[in-house]
């Protein structure tokens, strides 16, 4: 069996926060995930239709922020070319020995010294009695609780030198570039890549607040437009900060909302399929951000601006830059 | 660039029906597809956003049925690769000339005789300045009429033998086996296979009405579930006939309806994103429909059963097994 | 302040189950339905934006059934013009002390036997701080359980004679005809009446069994389609048995889904708002249903016919019209 | 049969507009509106479950802005007693001959100047065998074009004086006051009024430019959310200026998307039902807009707020406060 490239997918995204137990909460109450394991000052999550053991890690620490991503092979020949090509670029860290649900992993630091992590075997979620679902292409059944995610969809990242954190995704790790933001004087602003059908596992976008190796936001699945508006509710009633949407991003076209769970992470939730990208030969979609039209409706087709947080708020915060500072 | 596996992608379906006009106007004003071109007894169509010069041939004839279905390998040289396998395998026709829209292509059918178009090179659908769209992803303008359809998504056919059309697919073609119903006594009786993150751009079902070659269906995609009920409520004004649905599959999680063109063949619209597949080991999911509980939830999740017609009738039609005949 | 007449709405629904525990709990759990008060073998309930301090009440009992409806009358005096137009009418049984959260109330029998109560006093329901909505119009925060409904919507009852029934509510309670369904040689097989713009609070079904009193079913509003698949989702894993939908009646127009309460009453949820009567000089929507065409169109607008037990079952139970014995 | 006041709805609504055919075209092609009459410089137009002969006319003139409201009384007595007593008031302006699908009227002036007009007679629409539904409550067929709105739902009027003109609707024509939000030192600068279920067939905003007698908006109504997405899909290809949303408002509840039609009149599209309002003893919601929560959730329930457009732009335009000059 092959793949779309030597990547096959986003595993999981693990993120650090300084309020674990309320953080946990968000995840559980809100966004209906399972608590898959605790371990040390670690809690593992999933979405009810993320087939692997966990999607989401969060492990407490003074500042919210990346502790790393989690990507899988398409096969372990394909884990051991991608680790030689990593190696070679100057980005390897090395193997690493089995971690909670994972098999051997490769580390590495993408350019802005993101961490990520690379493997082949890992653990699937195998639901007990009471979690099994009737439906058989459902790793678990659907929860109560909140509005719940249905899987794990992408990662954003802040990075202070697009072109080359794209440069090194697309020729080390093969990651298709499937659209592309270009602003002043021709600079790259922001990339979306991916590995598969999606039109991104993968975000860079410019940090132009001097921060580097920083998280923007990782970013759940409901497909139901609906979804948005029922977590939206549920936010308003409990003072969960929103930042943006529910709205339309032309980018990619996902319906999203952003909001940020109570560690000061990013989240967003993904209210459709946007939509998929099957052709071979694609052309990169090239927005004009430049041009007021085109900077409008990539960030919000209906109209409107996204929130100015959402272009210098990241985790970790950059002094001058956080939420209060910035305001709405 | 790479991809999946050496089929890329579904390109496009060709279907004869003896009511050509009855036929594209229904695609066009209920299904808002825009005509691309006529040729002969031709006529293309697609919907706004495919990204080709059309996914729908229609051609007159006296009864309905499929003419063929055409793929996209994923490179040049993935075509050559696959028109040797082909050929080895003994289901190869041989090299066609261009056609419209089409590069060189190779000709092969499947083991129940269906006909099949595999290609390189295509033309992409370019907009003049009435249908450009502003959103640069988007390759027309959403279009004013009907419940418009979004893109194609997959081909249904029946076979009289599901394992040897099955296996002919996965082992010369490449195509990844997502799901499958197993029926009485270990019979295959459905197989759902892809090349991609969809979970399916082909199913082939068991015919038991002794038909060969049949066409069940191909399937239009929406992505938002309020649309089935829109091109349902238009569909009950006009007397369209509607055969199942709005239901939700549990095989591949579909969120479906099933009517036919006035032609008489079968058409899926789509009304969610079902789930996607990135597992690069992906085990096939199985339903045992021998068993009741499998057999309903995989036919209809919430409960019920798919119409009696559903099994029995394809295109073009066996003596006995007409709609009218079959009955409700 | 006036109202449309005499009676202003539906207040709440008093059912019987052999199962109060599993009952709450289907209510509680699933409905996302807030428990306001236990007293004795009753408990009491009511949706986040119903006004009041219940609009359910769960009494345990041998049987399942209809144990009361309430209604509110649109001020005091149309309280006393309506107990003695129902004394007159011989239909009444008289005045009841206070009861739970209800000031003084007028009991009433309907012709075949069901139970009325009808009142103006009655509390509101007043939300401690965890509860309390910042949305100034929702009487209560909207909850983190199951898929929650919103507010009560309407009552259907069972009648062995529906001219009689109907014709006692326009007569004595000034109800307005909304729609009907007419049978074979013109019996009147359902007539369905409102107070409001709502195309009914109260439906009056014939009880083709030789039951006489039954109760069929209550109603619940989510308004949003999408919720009617999310609460099919979660039924559909949980055995909760689902009798017909989501689909859409013709009559009323409503995006429906009917199931069982554990204790074996019915109960629909309801998905839009269908369409609302505001014409003073309504003409009763007259459906044919000696005519296959409005039969069908009636009972379900997409096309197909409503399970064999939506006609035959209801609390209590007749002999041999059990679920079981109607059979699917 | 009675109604819950003398006035028993909103009919319909006539405005100006300088370019009637763009006007005409906006609501034929992308509200899917029908045309029931022309007739001198004026077009008379209905939604598909509009029941009357029209609900929409739009007439030719140098500027946009409102001709007036029509208003149906609950029955002949109704328009006798309401004609008296608005004589009585001296808003009065006198019975008119009939019109077109109307019967004798009478006319008055809101204390700010708006016209109304006040009618029990009326044509109802009879579709052709075109437009016939199948559908026995529906009044004509679901069109194809657009994404059609289903009825007239409310009316927004600038006022000079919120508290004279809400007086003069509650008092003389018995409207009920069902929100109001009240800001600095207890101004009253919005109220929601009603005559049925809907929280409001007409609201009153404080105009703070200096105007006199301004139209801020007409509602038709959708019910279905994604009806929102869609149509501002549509808008966007096709440079409609949208306003604000799809979003929701705290007052009322409503699922709303403002947008301007070509002749510079405003539109709202309604996406669900918001609430309705069944209680004879309704107590008026207040919301304290001098409190930036209750300014905030009264406006966009998910957080952000409202076009500064939507605060001093109204038609006719008063100098100074076009859209231009105003600004996002």
Redesign the interface.
């Known amino acids: ?5 030597d990547v ?3 595993v999981s995204v693990a993120l650090f926060t300084p309020k674990i137990e309320d953080s946990v909460k968000f995840f559980y ?2 966004l209906g995930m399972e608590i898959s394991h605790r371990e040390g000052q670690s809690v593992y999550l999933r979405a009810y ?1 993320d ?1 692997y053991q966990y999607t989401l890690k969060l492990t407490e620490a003074r500042e919210p922020g990346l502790e790393q991503v989690t990507w ?4 372990p020949e394909a884990l051991e070319r991608l680790a030689k090509k990593i190696q070679a670029s100057g980005a390897g860290i090395g193997w690493t020995e089995r971690d909670y649900a994972h098999g051997p992993a490769y580390r590495f630091a993408s350019p802005d010294g993101h961490k990520h992590t690379l493997l082949w075997e890992l653990d699937y979620f195998v639901a007990d009695a009471e979690l099994h ?6 790793p678990s ?2 929860p ?3 509005v719940p995610v ?2 794990i969809d992408h990662v954003n990242l802040m990075v202070s030198d697009v072109p080359a954190n794209r440069e090194f995704f697309t020729s080390v790790l ?1 990651f ?1 570039l499937r ?1 592309q933001k270009i602003g002043d004087g021709g600079t790259e602003v922001g990339s979306w890549l991916s590995v ?4 991104h596992e993968l975000a860079l976008m410019r940090d132009s607040t001097g921060g580097r190796g920083r998280f923007h936001h990782v970013a759940y699945w409901y ?5 948005l ?1 029922d977590i ?7 003072d969960v900060r ?1 930042e943006s949407g ?3 991003h ?4 996902a ?1 999203f ?1 952003y909001c940020f769970e109570p560690g000061g992470n990013r989240v967003e939730l993904f209210g ?2 946007g ?2 990208i ?5 052309k990169t ?3 004009d951000v430049a041009n007021e ?2 900077l409008e ?2 960030s919000i ?3 409107g601006q996204l929130a100015k947080t959402f272009y210098r708020y990241a985790t970790p915060v950059v002094p001058g830059h956080s939420l209060e500072e910035i305001g709405r």
């Open positions: 069996m092959s793949a779309l490239c096959a997918q986003l109450d809100y239709e087939f899988r092979a398409s096969s679902s009737k439906l058989r292409n459902r059944k659907r109560l609780r909140g249905r899987r093969d298709q659209e598969s059908a999606l039109v497909g139901a437009p609906q979804h508006l939206a509710d549920i936010f308003a009633e409990r929103m529910p709205a339309k032309g980018t990619t076209q319906y909302m459709d399929t939509y998929l099957f052709d071979p030969a694609w979609v090239v927005w039209v085109d409706k990539s087709w209906f109209g």
